[in-house]
């Protein structure tokens, strides 16, 4: 029963939000459609799809806020609750983001510089706001269907 209460008391420590001193950082992140194009976004988390965001033209396509470890790390994708991003133009050319490449069955992909779940490709606007534009270059560096 003593190894019980102290298995609890742990994961009370390790999940519980202890603040420990510092000050957790709110950050919100835009996602905009800076192109004529319908942009369609579908999120995936372990392979398995979680959601689905469209815009057709010009626009905000979504905006979520992410939490993380008191600025330590900034965290896009985690913000998006999701790996894996597919984003389709007009139904025609598609380009697909990955969290990391490090992963052999990801090697074979080409590299994106612009890795819509690396928040170093973000526009840091200030230390809570980021965005992430689409721009006529992305689609034309998409991939045909």
Do not use: W
């Not at 372990?46 to 600025?71: A, C, H, L, P, W």
């Amino acid at each position: 029963m003593r190894n019980i209460n102290i298995i609890i008391i742990m994961m009370s420590l390790c999940f519980g939000g202890c603040d420990c001193g510092g000050k957790r950082i709110d950050r919100k992140y835009v996602i905009e459609n800076n192109t004529v194009h319908k942009i369609k976004m579908d999120v995936y988390l372990g392979g398995s799809f979680r959601y689905s965001k469209e815009k057709s033209g010009r626009g905000v396509i979504q905006e979520v806020m992410g939490t993380n470890d008191k600025g330590k790390t900034l965290a896009a994708f985690i913000a998006l609750r999701g790996d894996s991003v597919v984003i389709v133009f007009d139904d025609t050319k598609r380009i697909i983001y990955y969290q990391t490449y490090s992963l052999p069955m990801f090697r074979e992909l080409p590299d994106n510089k612009r890795n819509i779940l690396d928040d170093s490709t973000y526009a840091h606007e200030s230390n809570t706001l980021y965005r992430y534009t689409f721009t006529e270059e992305d689609y034309n560096n998409a991939a045909d269907l």
